[in-house]
């Protein structure tokens, strides 16, 4: 039975709002985006949607219509964080059109009439001010946006990805905003039995550094949220899961698998640099065990019984397994990131330096919403919609 409720991705990534969208019973018609590397990801995956490869803000009317012969109930915008995060990035100091992107999700909701929009972006969008020294806040001209466009009935709030299966605490914030004066609700908290690392790779063998290959031989045990992963009925991609993909660990210096050897869980570099004499640390930093200096986010050994941060695209320097001296593998984040085993990472290269311009498959992942989180709005959205026919 096709999906009945129709929706629009805005800022589309590799697909995660799409992914979880999907297995609520959404058929999404049609995604926006600019990265080469991300449509070709979202291609691979979601082969029956529609993708514009282009700059949203050059996208025109005839663009998205010559696609839609029926009615949109849903348009979601998920842009970049940079003008907004506070994690460590200096672009939040910019003041620049970057921070007015929240208008092209709704100029694309205008195109199609769609009934209603849905926004997600770091919490601290709503503290960052239109210009510096000034007294108005990104997030009024957002909401005044919406008005002026015809989606006066909105509601606000922020949600950690945690409370919804997903084995990562992510706080997000969103904004359902809609045409009608209808009865707007946000996903509730499923509880505070939350999803652990342990949890996510429960059934993932181990895989040795330097050794260039993929395990794809799935350990012979299963978990609830290991079997949902693989449970190709849920997620409705129309794909197979049969074995493991992209499970191959990245290459590592040998001072550098030396320093995860002194890393505990819940630890990262920075906690080496306090447990060691300077004498110490001098004499790791001469045999390329420590660098010459550290970061706050780097190398951080993810405790087992509980989830991990959040996954960030720096995720494959920020993050050390658990248990085994390595950083994490493609599929590891991803599972992390609630996406489906079945789910293919084609564009881009395995890993690339970070300020390429096209994105690794561990960006790819990590700029991403988690899937369940998605599901979980789907549910509420949906039920929205069949409650206002």
């Known amino acids: 039975m096709p999906n009945k409720f129709t929706h629009i991705d805005c800022f589309s990534g590799v697909g995660g709002i799409c992914t979880g969208l999907h297995a609520a019973g959404f058929n999404t018609l049609l995604a926006i985006e600019h990265i080469q590397s991300c449509v070709d990801t979202y291609r691979a995956n979601h082969k029956n949607v529609k993708v514009i490869h282009n700059d949203i803000t050059k996208v025109k009317a005839e663009d998205i219509l010559s ?10 915008s998920g842009m970049p964080c940079e003008t907004f995060s506070t994690a460590g990035s200096t672009s939040r100091s910019f003041y620049d059109d970057r921070q007015y992107l929240f208008k092209e999700g709704i100029r694309i909701a205008k195109i199609v009439n769609a009934k209603m929009i849905l926004f997600e972006n770091v919490p601290a969008m709503t503290t960052k001010l239109v210009e510096k020294n000034g007294s108005r806040l990104i997030i009024d001209e957002l909401f005044d946006e919406l008005v002026k466009e015809g989606y006066k009935y909105y509601v606000t709030t922020i949600l950690n990805s945690a409370d919804f299966g997903v084995p990562q605490y992510r706080d997000r914030f969103f904004v359902l905003a809609s045409r009608f004066d209808w009865n707007l609700t946000v996903p509730i908290a499923q509880g505070d039995n939350h999803v652990t690392v342990g949890d996510a790779l429960f059934d993932i063998p ?50 550098t698998i030396e320093r995860f050897t002194y890393i505990k869980q819940g630890e990262g570099l920075k906690n080496l640099f306090s447990k060691f004499s300077s004498s110490e640390i001098e004499e790791l930093q001469k045999r390329k065990v420590l660098p010459r200096k550290w970061y706050i986010q780097r190398n951080r050994r993810l405790i087992e019984n509980s989830p991990c941060p959040t996954v960030t695209s720096h995720c494959l320097d920020e993050f050390i397994h658990p248990i085994h001296d390595r950083a994490l593998t493609v599929r ?24 390429a311009k096209e994105q690794d498959k561990y960006e790819q992942i990590g700029d991403s919403v988690p899937p369940l989180l998605s599901y979980a709005w789907g549910m509420v959205i949906k039920k929205i919609l069949e409650e206002n026919k």
């Open 67 to 76: 696609f839609i012969n029926c009615e949109v109930d849903l348009v979601t």
């Open 206 to 255: 181990n895989v040795q550094v330097n050794s260039k290959t993929e395990n794809r031989k799935y350990l012979n045990r299963s978990n609830e949220y290991t079997a949902l992963m693989k449970n190709d009925t849920f997620w409705k991609l129309g794909k197979t899961t049969k074995e493991l993909t992209y499970h191959k660990a990245p290459n590592h210096r040998e001072g």
């Open 332 to 355: 590891e984040v991803a599972r992390l990131q609630s996406f489906p085993d079945s789910y293919d990472f084609a564009g881009g290269s395995y890993i690339c330096p970070h300020n």
